[in-house]
């Protein structure tokens, strides 16, 4: 078996040079094609099947990643009390909510993947998620701060939500630098 495993790995050096190929990168972050075919997967599953293009999927990864650099730029981290705390609550919503648990096995169902899978995964981004929300909150609360609004959590003022979104968005423009996109990117 070591012998087929030696010519499996020279054949397909040979046909192809690289299977997965590395789309884009920040710093050292490789954002990998089977990463972005997994995101648009996710965004779709997400919008209810919405079509997403292969260059959006690609932005939405690296913005998530830069992201962190910036939480991290503003003095922001998450504890492991925080996240157990979350992952314990996000549990929770799914016993105890139908319309929770339907959306999330129908999630699940069109990713391909099983309800101990899908909370692997969230165990394992929960840190980012919880990182990247606190972001959100910090530049919202300064917004309304600086414009006399209120801020809270649950429906939070629509102009502090167009503030956070755009500021997210300038990400990808304020560390385009940091930023290489590789030309197998089509779409």
Not at 63 to 80: C, F, H, K, P, Y
Not at 110 to 132: E, F, M
Request: charged share 30%.
């Amino acid at each position: 078996s070591l012998d087929k495993a030696a010519m499996l790995g020279c054949s397909a050096a040979n046909e192809e040079p690289d299977a997965d190929p590395v789309v884009a990168r920040y710093r050292d972050t490789e954002i990998r094609q089977s990463l972005v075919d997994y995101e648009k997967k996710n965004q779709s599953a997400l919008s209810g099947g919405k079509e997403v293009r292969e260059r959006d999927a690609v932005d939405q990864l690296l913005q998530n990643r830069i992201m962190l650099d910036e939480a991290e730029r503003l003095g922001l981290s998450v504890t492991q009390e925080e996240v157990d705390a979350e992952f314990a609550a996000q549990k929770k919503n799914y016993e105890e909510f139908p319309e929770v648990r339907e959306y999330i096995d129908d999630y699940c169902e069109t990713a391909g993947i099983t309800l101990d899978g899908y909370y692997a995964a969230i165990q394992d981004q929960l840190p980012r998620v919880i990182l990247r929300q606190k972001l959100r909150d910090v530049l919202g609360e300064a917004y309304c701060q600086a414009h006399g609004l209120t801020f809270t959590k649950v429906n939070p003022p629509e102009k502090m939500r167009d503030y956070v979104q755009s500021y997210l968005d300038g990400l990808l423009d304020k560390y385009s630098a940091k930023i290489t996109y590789f030309p197998a990117l089509n779409g």
